[in-house]
């Protein structure tokens, strides 16, 4: 997936999937790579996600090694009977000087930079943020090496993850412009499905959480 999506017939149908809701989520903070853990809303989503992927049956599980998303994706691993394989590369993208505070907080502090961010957002205006590019690169690199472990392509790849990740890899495969924050809105344990179909790559399923009908709102 490295900048372009390449017509690849041995490649697995990849669920990507947002980490369940973290404490930070709840109070409105910005974490990027920080690591609070699920809030007790996060715990139940992740359950339910469970229940789903158990009917689905993945061959692997890979996450991010930050808590919230490792602990999202513990629950369907003990479910599933699968290890959950730590991976670095999917972790949030780095927001520098924003980590940790709430948007009111920046608003106030900084409104020119967050009114600017509001109408155009994109990664490289975040102060010593990890920026469009690199995070793209690190992004389409581990969904490369995930694609390369598991070249069967009918099978299924559970990867846990943040929202900037499947953000991006959406980006990457429209493809839209990296630098650029993506359209799309992700909830929390949402499930997003990208396949090969025929010759070409497709996302099949944006930010699904039916699993968590009729509790979502």
């Known amino acids: 997936m490295s900048g372009s999506v390449q017509s690849d017939p041995d490649r697995p149908r990849l669920l990507l999937i947002r980490h369940g809701q973290s404490a930070w989520n709840q109070e409105g903070r910005i974490q990027g790579q920080m690591d609070p853990p699920l ?14 992927l158990s009917r689905r049956r993945p ?10 998303s490792m602990a999202t994706a513990t629950v369907s691993s003990q ?55 690199a995070f793209a690169a690190r992004v389409g690199a581990a ?11 009918d099978s299924e790849v559970a990867v846990f ?11 990457i495969c429209l493809p839209l412009p990296v630098a650029d924050h993506s359209p799309f809105r992700l909830e929390n344990t949402s499930v997003t499905v990208i396949e090969r179909v025929g010759s070409r790559l497709a996302i ?12 979502a709102n």
């Open 59 to 68: 061959v692997a599980i890979y996450s991010s090694d930050l808590d919230r």
């Open 39 to 52: 809030s007790e809303l996060g715990v139940w989503q992740a359950s339910r996600l469970a229940d789903r």
């Open 204 to 215: 099949t399923l944006v930010n699904d959480t039916c699993h968590l009908e009729p509790y």
């Open 161 to 171: 993850t943040h929202g900037g990740v499947v953000n991006m890899a959406l980006s």
């Open 143 to 153: 969904l490369d090496r995930i694609c390369a472990a598991h070249p069967d392509p």
């Open 79 to 133: 479910r599933l009977g699968l290890d959950v394989i730590a991976m670095p590369a999917l972790r949030e993208v780095g927001l520098g000087q924003w980590e940790g505070r709430s948007r009111a907080e920046i608003a106030q502090q900084d409104p020119e930079l967050w009114s600017t961010w509001l109408s155009h957002p994109s990664y490289d205006q975040v102060p010593q943020g990890e920026g469009a590019a």
